[in-house]
């Protein structure tokens, strides 16, 4: 946008900023914009918006505007400036607000990393979102056996005991405060002895060395890390 150089508030000259921007969240993916007219004096043809560090702008002839398309968990900062009849512009009046929380999305990159007869080890990738993660949960279940439920606290981990030359149905999500995301699933069939079977494809994930834990009960377990931590599929190794 071209900016007109023009004193602010002298006669035909820029108008005097919006007053009393407010930003607020309505959705995870949408903000609304709010403010005053400038000054009493200040004739305004239209108003500016715009993201600052972000490809969106627009014009309104109204004191409001509705942001939509938005990333859920992230801040924005957001300004309007007035924009008089001859082009001049105001200085821009700026506020900035966080939108919503929503579930997070399924984990990525589910993978076996290798298995046994009584045993599957898989890893994941982080959910790909801004907002917090309160909890990663794991099921698997056979046409033999009963579904089971565990909390996972890593994103490589171990499922055992199974039963050998058994196929199982593996499928793992993130909630936190606004619900459970979609799962990740995969299937595999356990070994027909005690020897590991490592697949060909999931060989390069190993290319940084990691340490092999086992969870501790609930009441010891940290927490999930929040998303300012993160997880990285070599961070950890624990076992369920």
Known sequence: MHVRHSPQGAAGGAPDKPKKLQVIPVTSSSIVVLWGKPSADDEVDHYFVYMENEDREDTTDVRYFVWEGLTACKNYTVGV??????????????????????????????????????????????????????????????????RREVQAHSNILTISPLMPNTTYNITIAASNCAGVGPVASITQTTASDSLPVMPRMINSIFSQPAAHHRISSPKESAPLPSRSAGLHPTQTLCTI
Do not use: Y
């Open 81 to 146: 400036r007035a924009v008089s009849a001859q082009g001049d512009v105001s200085e821009p009046a700026l506020g900035e607000a966080v939108t919503e929380i929503e579930a997070p999305p399924a984990p990525q990159n589910l993978h076996v990393v290798s298995f046994t007869s009584t045993s599957i080890m898989l890893t994941c990738d982080n959910p790909d979102t801004l907002c917090d993660i309160d909890r990663i949960s794991i099921t698997w279940a056979s046409q033999q056996s009963v």
